[in-house]
């Protein structure tokens, strides 16, 4: 399951929103800090909207140039054996 983003270090590329084959992540405008005072930036950048539709495919993760994005596999407790 897609755990986090590391959003200071994205550069707005989008590739993980295109990739994903269970739409999860969504690019969206998101104020970022500017160097000139009172001026608004935004920028575009991707956020986990779905993280319980995650099927663990690690598309974002592989071609995310920034290697940015961490997914973890799923593991779920199996009945133990008699």
Known sequence: ?????DLPRCTGCGICDIVC???VIHMTETPVESEVPG???TKLLPVIK?????I????C???CPE????????????P???
């Open 39 to 41: 001026l608004t930036v």
């Open 50 to 54: 779905f993280r319980e539709h995650c």
């Open 61 to 63: 993760e592989i071609f």
């Open 21 to 23: 084959p269970a739409d």
């Open 80 to 82: 133990r054996a008699w």
């Open 67 to 78: 290697k940015i994005v961490d997914v973890h596999p799923v593991v779920k407790s199996h």
């Open 1 to 5: 399951m897609i755990e986090t983003i």
């Open 56 to 59: 663990t495919c690690f598309n």
